[in-house]
C-alpha cells in the first residue's frame, strides 16, 4: 500500500494541486484520519497506520483528485478560530466573511444588541457573533431546512444560543422585530459568472446559496434593505457581504432608500467586498 502517508499524498496530488495546497491537505487528513498534531506530521513520526487508516487515506485522495473540498469530505473547517461542521447543504465560510465578522465586532459597542442574520447557511456569521459578543440575542435565518440543520448543531457545538428560524427573505414576513443590527452574506455570484469559477464551487456547493440571475443581481440587496428599514432601530447598522464588481450600485442603492454613513470596505485582496450603513 504505502509506507509514508505524507510521501503517497504529495505524490497523489502533486498534478493537480499547489505545494502549499498538499501541505495544508496533508496537515488536515493526517490531523483527521491519524489524531497527529502538526510537530509529529512535520517529524513524521508515523508509526505503524493501521490498513484502515491507510484505506481512509486513499478514500480522501481520490475524492480530493475529483475536486471535491476538503472540508465536505472531512466534514468540518473553522471559521474565525471556531470549529465547523459543513456539508453539501451549506456554502463553504470563506475568509472574506471571517472579515465581514471581524468589521461587526470592532464596531460594536452598544451592550447587549439584538442582531439578525439574514442567510445564515452554515450558521458561521450568527455563532461568532453570539459567541464573541457579551449578552447578544442573535436570530438567523435561513430558506433552506437542510442549511439550518446544519447551523442548529454548530451553535450546539460552539455552546451558544441563536434562534434559528426558516424564513425566505423575498416573501412577506409574518412578524415585525426590531434589532440593532442587521447583517447578510446572500447569494450574489450572477449567471454569468459561472464560467470564471472553479469546478470544486460549482459541482459540489449548493447553488441556491451563490446565484442570482444576471438582470436581477442586487435582488436580496433590495429587499434586505427594505427589511432593515422595517426592523431596525434608530441608528441601528445593516452589514452586507458583496459581490466585488457591485459595490458602487449597493452603495447607491442604499443611498436611495436613505441610510446614511455608509461605507465600502475592501477585502485582504484589495476587492470591495464588504458595506455597512445606518439607519437614521
Known amino acids: 500500500m504505502f509506507e509514508n502517508p505524507a ?4 505524490n497523489q496530488l502533486n498534478e493537480t494541486f499547489s505545494l502549499g495546497e498538499i501541505r495544508t491537505f496533508t496537515r488536515l487528513i493526517l490531523e483527521e484520519v491519524c489524531n497527529l498534531s502538526f510537530s509529529e506530521i512535520a517529524s513524521c513520526k508515523f508509526n505503524d497506520l493501521s490498513d484502515n487508516k491507510k484505506q481512509n487515506i486513499i478514500s480522501i485522495v481520490k475524492r480530493l483528485q475529483n475536486n471535491e473540498p476538503i472540508q465536505y469530505i472531512l466534514g468540518n473547517t473553522e471559521f474565525y478560530g471556531l470549529t465547523l461542521k459543513v456539508t453539501p447543504s451549506v456554502l463553504i465560510p470563506r475568509p472574506e466573511t471571517e472579515e465581514l465578522v471581524e468589521w461587526i465586532l470592532l464596531e460594536t459597542t452598544q451592550p447587549n444588541p439584538n442582531i439578525l442574520d439574514i442567510g445564515t447557511g452554515s450558521g458561521c456569521i450568527a455563532i461568532t457573533l453570539a459567541k464573541k459578543i457579551d449578552n447578544a440575542t442573535v436570530e438567523a435565518w435561513d430558506v433552506s431546512r437542510e442549511a439550518l440543520n446544519v447551523a442548529k448543531e454548530n451553535a450546539t457545538i460552539n455552546h451558544v444560543t441563536v434562534n434559528f428560524l426558516e ?85 447607491q442603492l442604499l443611498k436611495e432608500k436613505g441610510f446614511v454613513n455608509i461605507e465600502l470596505k475592501k477585502d485582504i485582496s484589495r476587492n470591495d467586498r464588504m458595506v455597512r450603513a445606518m439607519k437614521k
Do not use: C
Open 7 to 10: 510521501e503517497y499524498i504529495r
Open 167 to 251: 424564513v425566505d427573505a423575498l416573501k412577506p414576513l409574518q412578524e415585525n422585530q426590531r434589532f440593532d443590527i442587521i447583517v447578510s452574506n446572500p447569494p450574489y455570484i450572477r449567471e454569468m459568472e459561472r464560467k470564471t469559477m472553479s469546478s470544486n464551487v460549482l459541482d459540489y456547493e449548493p447553488q441556491l446559496a451563490l446565484f442570482v440571475p444576471d438582470n436581477k443581481a442586487l435582488i436580496f440587496y433590495n429587499r434586505i434593505a427594505d427589511i432593515a428599514l422595517q426592523q431596525l432601530n434608530s441608528d441601528g447598522w445593516l452589514y452586507f457581504e458583496i459581490n466585488h464588481a457591485k459595490g458602487a450600485e449597493v452603495v
